[in-house]
């Protein structure tokens, strides 16, 4: 078991979330970087889907209460084992007893742990993600609180350290005009492209909400509630985008001026409040390859990591 000391701002269980019921109002959920999750589980032998953990900022304290491995992805934390220093995307053995402190984070916002055998909590609807809106998932529906103990699955039989470099962050984002862009003036379709946007304290796993130019939309008709998925970038009537996340709601109704691509979501993730984003305007066919390019970093590292 994996015994919570100290959890932290927000420290939750997330898989790569629930997907195929969006039409019943279930949201996705599931680890906001998606491949530092993918990264973490596959330097500990898991599949890239195990159930892990995503911890927001710290500090948290971790006691393992059996021995086995553990991998750190995602943000730069201030991680020690025991006293002894732990390195971002690399794993290493851990003994029953020994304590896990992640002081803060040097880069990034979230960081993700995985240990062999995963976070075996239940699967609820197909997933193990925390659902924290709807209060389901992970464990008890909500965010790890001090004292609760997570069962972990079958340890596995690793040996040798694995490691990968994590992807340079970067504040591009790169996005699709979305459904409703046309219905926006020159000024505002300008300033979407041209202008910084700074990361709100009021941003969360459901969204980020921006700061910058208003955006205005010269259409004065209203809108349909309409579907919305992670990544969408609505703009409610004060004219700040907010762009939706993996605990975003099913459906909507403010317009959609963009639609940041699947490729750049972990950047949203790691990107602290205050932090300065540039959205870049890009094709279809750009975000298939960035994608695809994604994939294949994954892939090459499943090998690099176990080919020792």
């Not at 994996?2 to 109002?25: A, N």
């Not at 279930?26 to 596959?42: F, T």
């Not at 991998?71 to 304590?99: H, I, M, N, Y």
């Amino acid at each position: 078991m994996l015994e919570i000391l100290r959890p932290g701002v927000q420290t939750t269980v997330q898989d790569l979330g629930r997907h195929g019921l969006r039409h019943l109002g279930i949201g996705q959920s599931g680890a906001l970087d998606a491949p530092a999750l993918r990264i973490a589980n596959r330097l500990v032998g898991n599949p890239e889907g195990a159930a892990a953990l995503e911890i927001t900022l710290g500090p948290v304290r971790l006691r393992f209460l059996r021995d086995g491995w553990l991998a750190l992805s995602g943000a730069d934390f201030d991680a020690t084992l025991d006293g002894q220093p732990v390195w971002c995307g690399w794993r290493q053995a851990v003994r029953a007893g020994q304590e896990l402190h992640l002081a803060g984070s040097r880069r990034g916002m979230r960081a993700y742990l995985a240990v062999d055998g995963g976070i075996a909590v239940p699967e609820v609807l197909g997933g193990r993600a925390t659902d924290l809106a709807a209060g389901f998932g992970g464990f008890a529906g909500r965010a790890l609180q001090a004292g609760d103990r997570l069962p972990l699955g079958e340890p596995l039989a690793l040996e040798g350290k694995a490691g990968s470099r994590p992807p340079a962050w970067t504040p591009e984002i790169r996005a699709l005009p979305g459904p409703e862009y046309a219905e926006f003036s020159a000024a505002a379709q300008h300033a979407l492209w041209s202008r910084p946007w700074h990361v709100t304290a009021q941003s969360n796993r459901m969204g980020y909400r921006l700061a910058g130019p208003t955006l205005d939309r010269t259409a004065r008709h209203e809108l349909l509630s309409h579907g919305v998925l992670p990544g969408v970038v609505q703009v409610p009537p004060g004219g700040q985008p907010i762009v939706l996340l993996a605990d975003a709601q099913t459906t909507g109704g403010y317009p959609r001026i963009a639609t940041v691509i699947e490729a750049d979501l972990w950047k949203l993730a790691q990107a602290r409040p205050g932090a300065e984003l540039h959205f870049v305007p890009t094709t279809l066919a750009e975000a298939r390859h960035a994608l695809q390019q994604q994939r294949y970093h994954l892939n090459r590292f499943n090998w690099s990591a176990y080919g020792d």
